[in-house]
């Protein structure tokens, strides 16, 4: 790098005489620099652009994914023997299996037990939302955004099936959460013909999907103490951003939290057999006649 030459004039005081070149540049050099970082966001902007544009059409039009049910007539093979078909969706993805469901299972096991009590044999048949694989979950958040428009008109159709078929038999469809949500907007779909044969036992349904017709159906929200189905946004909005935080305190100083604790950390939103079974029980003695 050259340096500033100096000389001393006549008067005494100090002048310029060779300024170095990234100074005497500098205003050329500030335009080339700002039209190259111009260019350079003008590509970052497009990209996002194409990448959001990109996602949301895969979002939209990418292929339905069935996820892994019996068949009707394999449902109707299943059922026979059985005074009471209880179809059974978890909450989350919708894709738990019936013996892992921890937060529901347990409670339509007690229904079974309580129907045996009363004389009536009856079976579970999980139903799954969702297939467990990426697209299958891409299909999946699109069903729940659309309020389960596709899969509960799926499930709809089975059940009038198995109506037509079995029109003896009583069925009852139970889902926690989403899955409350997904068995509400099932029953709406049925046929007021079919109606009088199907309960529906919905726990925690999210405030923003009720029926219409609560004729046969059981809304279960833990006597009002359930934020998500009451609808309570502020308690919400804490409820989503206390738990992520608690997992990371908790990486950091070391103790080990499965991440599937982020889930379903709702106030009020945990559900057990003490807490239901006055209301499962008053509604099952309301709509079964006892043999």
């Not at 389960?148 to 059940?159: D, H, K, P």
């Not at 989503?240 to 305190?249: D, E, G």
């Not at 057999?273 to 509604?283: A, C, D, G, V």
């Amino acid at each position: 790098m050259r340096s500033v030459k100096v000389h001393r004039e006549a008067s005494g005081s100090f002048a310029k005489i060779d300024e170095p070149l990234f100074i005497r540049d500098k205003p050329i050099l500030d335009k080339f620099f700002r039209k190259d970082k111009l260019k350079v966001m003008g590509r970052v902007k497009y990209s996002v652009a194409i990448i959001i544009i990109s996602g949301g059409l895969f979002f939209l039009f990418c292929p339905e994914v069935a996820p892994d049910n019996l068949q009707p007539q394999e449902i109707l093979n299943a059922v026979q023997g059985s005074d009471v078909i209880i179809f059974f969706n978890s909450g989350g993805w919708g894709n738990t299996p019936f013996e892992k469901a921890e937060d529901f299972g347990p409670i339509v096991k007690e229904i079974q037990t309580t129907l045996e009590g009363w004389g009536y044999d009856s079976v579970v048949i999980p139903y799954n939302r969702t297939k467990n694989s990426f697209l299958g979950k891409v299909d999946g958040a699109r069903d729940f955004l659309s309020s389960f428009e596709s899969s509960s008109s799926i499930l709809a159709g089975e059940i009038e099936f198995l109506t037509e078929k079995l029109p003896e038999k009583k069925i009852i469809v139970a889902g926690l959460s989403a899955g409350g949500a997904f068995v509400t907007k099932t029953y709406d779909k049925i046929s007021e013909s079919a109606k009088g044969s199907i309960l529906t036992i919905a726990a925690g349904t999210p405030f923003w999907l009720k029926s219409s017709d609560p004729q046969n159906i059981l809304q279960l929200d833990n006597a009002g103490k359930d934020s998500l189905s009451k609808g309570e946004i502020k308690t919400l909005l804490f409820s989503l951003v206390k738990p992520p935080i608690k997992w990371i305190s908790a990486r950091i100083s070391g103790e080990k939290i499965p991440l599937s604790l982020i889930t379903n950390q709702f106030v009020g939103h945990s559900y057990d057999w003490e807490t239901t079974s006055p209301e499962i029980i008053s509604f099952l003695e309301e709509k079964i006649v006892r043999p």
